[in-house]
């Protein structure tokens, strides 16, 4: 059975660094794309970006450039979203979920459960 | 704003049909394929639709998924209590190098 499972929620002070995880089970983890996708509170889903951990390529959601880090570790089937230095307009859940492609066919099968973030002096 | 439109709500009775919208452009829905996903409340988004219309092991034949041009349409039908929840359209941009969602619409079963 796929499961992905991410890390508990956090709390933490605009300026804190963060970073969140998800770890993959009942699939060859290297071989299949996992992406992050931030949900506000009430909000909509919104991607950001994605890896594929066999050889870590990266790609970015032109809005997400530069505000987080993606990465992710083979050998423990875990991905990660890092951020430097929070901000209040960080909280959010940020879900995990494996990305299929296929040319023009892409989707997101399997998803975490969620990772509440919340930022607050 | 949401690159992909779908309208805020729907709403019907049990046991009823509804369809949820999904409009695009050529530089996504036109060109890609369209997935759907299922949030019921307090939970993750679950893969409802790939491929425009493909469901996925366990999903019931309840739901359907179609596109015509730069739209996509999601269809309910047997409408229960428990498909109460959000549900989003996907796919992807070309023009934005990006994955694009729909807005999301909140189904309401009265």
């Known amino acids: 059975e796929v499961q992905l499972v991410q890390s508990g929620a956090e709390v933490k002070k605009p300026g804190e660094s963060l970073k969140i995880s998800c770890k993959g089970s009942?699939?060859?983890?290297?071989?299949?794309?996992i992406g992050w996708v931030r949900q506000m509170p009430g909000k909509g889903l919104e991607w950001m970006g994605i890896?594929?951990?066999?050889?870590?390529?990266?790609r970015y959601s032109p809005s997400f450039q530069g505000q987080v880090t993606i990465s992710a570790d083979k050998s423990i089937s875990t991905a990660y979203l890092q951020w430097s230095s929070l901000q209040a307009s960080d909280s959010a859940i940020y879900h995990c979920?494996?990305?299929?492609?296929?040319?023009?066919?892409?989707?997101?099968?399997?998803w975490g459960q969620g990772t509440l973030v919340t930022v607050s002096s | 704003q949401s690159v992909l439109t779908q309208p805020p709500s729907v709403s019907a009775a049990p046991g009823q049909k509804v369809t949820i919208s999904c409009s695009g452009s050529?530089?996504?829905?036109?060109?890609?394929?369209v997935s759907w996903y299922q949030q019921l409340p307090g939970t993750a988004p679950k893969l409802l639709i790939y491929?425009?219309?493909k469901r996925p092991s366990g999903i019931p034949g309840r739901f359907s998924g179609s596109k015509s041009g730069t739209s996509a349409t999601l269809g309910i039908t047997g409408l229960q209590t428990g498909d109460e929840a959000d549900y989003y359209c996907?796919?992807?941009?070309?023009?934005?190098?990006?994955?694009?969602f729909g807005g999301g619409t909140k189904l309401t079963v009265l």
């Open positions: 491929d425009n219309n």
């Open positions: 979920a494996r990305y299929r492609q296929v040319t023009t066919l892409r989707y997101f099968d399997y």
């Open positions: 009942g699939y060859s983890f290297s071989n299949y794309w």
């Open positions: 890896i594929y951990p066999g050889d870590s390529d990266t």
């Open positions: 050529s530089s996504n829905i036109g060109n890609n394929y």
């Open positions: 996907g796919t992807w941009d070309s023009s934005l190098s990006a994955v694009v």
